[in-house]
């Protein structure tokens, strides 16, 4: 609640303040017997009270900076804005003091025109302790020109912590101009916090080499240690699964790293899997350094490596009747497929089945389903049509099929 006291003439001479409520001043949802309408049964508590210049950070009011200060330039509140000019040093715009929990708010909406030529801006804050800390700091990227409105999230920085003090807004540049129409305190969703490192992992040599870099603070922060190589299935979320893994390989944990391990384990292929590269906790536990990685060459693997073909023409259908799509001399087709209909869960119908195996597992898929689909193909790509398939998954339950295998079971 802000009490504007600033056009009474006793502002200056406050030499006690009472607080009070009215008690029944509007009793028309209150019927009689009801607390409130003889007595008043609520709580009545004021956390603090600060005198302030800060009204709405909305500097609106002509003339009015709010309590803002600057470090060198000129600052006034003019057409609704807080407008700070500065020339031939760095300067900064500093708040007058606030009381801010950082549980409830943990960053900040801006609306401000950036004339200072610059496409970044520091913030930095103060909290209890009063010190303007180098660790009470970070940087944004903002548009150099037109007005816009930004969000300024702090939720990964440790250090807004407690209660904020005060805040600066410090341009990057030696001079310019800022307008800062409003500033909003607000709580935002909560950031992840920025990865140590990257890595990538692909094929070489026949093998699989996953490596990477640390960023060096990082390095210094874990001297001796050790980077785990942890391999997870592709609908594994590494966040819930990690804890529970066993590395596969590991490395010294340096600035520079690089794994290599065989692209089969045993039978199984790896070619599926994602690849998580973690240090460890002092307690021990694994912490990613980079988001989980996929292979990204595994064309090398190719038997075929003809080069895409081109479609003669732009004209295509999705096609139902294959006759009709040849006649309409279409050049390229998509053919919807029904997944659904395509497997036997078990070997019921052998007379019927194209059987395929893949790491050690005999798969049994239905040969009039496969042989109708290979012969739409074929009748559209011996005629030049390109043909594009759209798998689907319908929500069939016939009990021959290995849809209950295929289909998960949150699905809807
Ligand atoms: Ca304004």
Redesign the pocket.
């Known amino acids: 609640m802000f009490i504007k006291l600033d056009e009474w003439a006793g502002r200056n001479a406050v030499t006690k303040m009472e607080i009070s409520f009215m008690q029944n001043y509007d009793l028309a949802e209150t019927a009689p017997g009801q607390p409130g309408y003889d007595y008043w049964n609520g709580h009545f508590q004021i956390d603090y009270i600060s005198a302030t210049n800060a009204i709405d950070f ?3 009011a002509e003339g009015e900076k709010e309590g803002f200060t600057a470090s060198t330039g000129t600052l006034g509140g003019t057409g ?2 807080l407008v700070y000019e500065w020339d031939g040093q760095e300067g900064l715009l500093e708040s007058p003091t606030l009381m801010l929990d950082t549980a409830k708010r943990n960053g900040m909406s801006l ?1 401000m025109t950036n004339g200072s030529g610059s496409s970044e801006v520091l913030i930095q804050w103060r909290t209890g302790d009063g010190i303007w800390s180098e660790d009470n700091m970070k940087r944004f990227t903002i548009p150099t020109e037109g007005k816009f409105t930004q969000n300024f999230n702090f939720s990964d920085q440790t250090s807004w912590n407690g209660e904020i003090t005060a805040f600066r807004i410090i341009p990057q540049a030696a001079s310019g101009t800022l307008k800062v ?2 500033i909003r305190f607000k709580q935002f969703a909560q950031l992840e916090k920025p990865y140590d490192g990257n890595t990538q992992a692909r094929i070489e040599g026949g093998g699989l080499v996953i490596e990477g870099t640390l960023n060096q603070a990082f390095v210094e922060a874990h001297p001796s240690e050790q980077l785990y190589l942890i391999e997870l299935a592709t609908y594994e979320d590494a966040k819930s699964v990690l804890g529970a893994k066993s590395a596969i390989a590991e490395a010294n944990l340096a600035q520079s790293f690089r794994f290599e391990i065989g692209l089969t384990d045993a039978e199984r292929s790896r070619l599926y899997s994602k690849f998580v590269v973690a240090a460890r906790t002092a307690e021990g536990e694994y912490v990613a350094i980079d988001a989980p990685q996929y292979v990204t060459n595994a064309e090398v693997m190719a038997g075929n490596t003809e080069p895409f073909p081109q479609a003669q023409s732009s004209k295509g259908l999705q096609v139902q009747m294959t006759g009709d799509a040849q006649e309409l001399g279409i050049s390229h087709a998509a053919l919807n497929v029904a997944y659904n209909e395509l497997m036997y869960k078990a070997n019921i119908h052998p007379d019927n089945t194209i059987a395929y195996e893949i790491e050690g597992e005999t798969y049994y898929f239905r040969k009039d389903k496969i042989e109708r689909i290979d012969n739409e193909i074929k009748s559209m790509s011996d005629n030049g049509i390109l043909v594009s398939l759209i798998l689907i998954m319908y929500n069939s339950k016939d009990p021959e099929s290995a849809n209950e295998y295929l289909i998960h079971p949150d699905s809807e």
């Open positions: 909305s500097f609106n609704g804005e609306t129409d409003q």
